[in-house]
């Protein structure tokens, strides 16, 4: 199973929303970490072949992106997703598993097993319109797999989740990358940082890392400190180091995590850097990186 991206570039007018992106994605689950604007839904919609490259080229087992076999081996949910707030959750599965020309009693067992993975089955005779936000992405996620898809694609699935869902939501994920291509998309860390084999860091339409989080993360490794300091000497600090983290602590003091190649201060200490650091190097405000 290889899904293989090649120098895939996408132009709109003047803007490289992607630039020669290339991956070659197995088996297990990938994050697609970015900021609003990176290009993640770009590149997404290319997977999909909803969206044409500018150049560059996509196979799945060798066979190109535009061939019917391919997309009978996708499934997907986009980040704007339209429900049908009257349907009943079952009853929308139907109605997708129609419109992708599954026959109708295949259809009904396929809704039921669906229903039953994502933990919707209790409420598959409700309306859509009385679903949470994480119910709602679950149903999502039920109708992207109606044809048993070899990979499937995320766009932002969890935007609007509450905390707990989150953790629903990621435990299904792992499951669902066991003996297939999962690739989801989010611009929060925690989202993938544990269930995601390969992270993928896109910044300003390029791919700026792609490995495990400890490959990632080795790229800041022995570069996170962290100090409290007067406010003066803060500042002064502030000018010139990307700061993480500050926080205000007590007698005027200020505590800083930061990211510098040398020793920033003779109060500093190296702290283990996280893939949160990582993230915030690169897209917190104002960052050149
Ligand atoms: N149809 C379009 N026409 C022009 N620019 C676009 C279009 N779609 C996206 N863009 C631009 O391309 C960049 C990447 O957008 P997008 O792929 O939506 O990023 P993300 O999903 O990471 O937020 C952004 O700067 C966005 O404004
Ligand atoms: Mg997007």
Not at 47 to 63: D, E, Q, R
Request: glycine share 8%; aromatic share 8%; with cysteine.
């Amino acid at each position: 199973m290889e899904l293989e991206l090649d120098r895939v570039t996408k132009q709109y007018g003047n803007k490289t929303a992607c630039d020669r992106i290339s991956i070659t994605f197995q088996k297990g689950v990938y994050g697609l970490l970015g900021a609003n604007g990176a290009g993640k839904t770009t590149l997404i919609r290319m997977i999909c072949g909803v969206l044409a490259p500018t150049s560059g080229t996509i196979s799945f087992n060798k066979i190109d992106v535009s061939h019917e076999d391919y997309r009978d081996a996708l499934g997907y949910l986009p980040q704007e997703f339209g429900y049908y707030p009257e349907f009943s959750a079952l009853d929308f599965l139907l109605y997708i598993a129609a419109l992708k020309g599954v026959p109708k009693p295949q259809a009904k067992e396929k809704a039921w097993e669906l229903l039953k993975q994502v933990s919707l089955e209790k409420d598959a005779r409700k309306r859509i319109k009385t679903f949470s936000g994480g119910m709602k992405q679950r149903l999502g996620i039920a109708q992207s797999m109606l044809n048993n898809p070899q990979i499937l694609i995320l766009d932002e699935p969890t935007a609007g989740l509450d905390p707990k869902e989150r953790i629903h939501f990621r435990n299904m994920i792992s499951c669902l990358g066991e003996d297939r291509i999962v690739l989801l998309s989010t611009h929060i860390v925690s989202d993938i940082e544990h269930i995601a084999g390969t992270i993928l860091v896109m910044k300003d339409g390029s791919l700026i890392h792609q490995g495990t989080r400890n490959e990632i993360i080795s790229a800041i490794d022995g570069k996170v400190w962290e100090c409290t300091l007067s406010q003066s000497d803060a500042i002064d600090i502030c000018k010139k180091y990307p700061v993480i983290n500050l926080r205000q602590e007590s007698a005027g003091m200020v505590f800083l995590r930061l990211i510098s190649e040398e020793k920033p201060c003779a109060e500093a200490f190296i702290a283990q850097a996280t893939l949160e650091d990582l993230y915030l190097y690169y897209f917190s405000e104002g960052s050149e990186q």
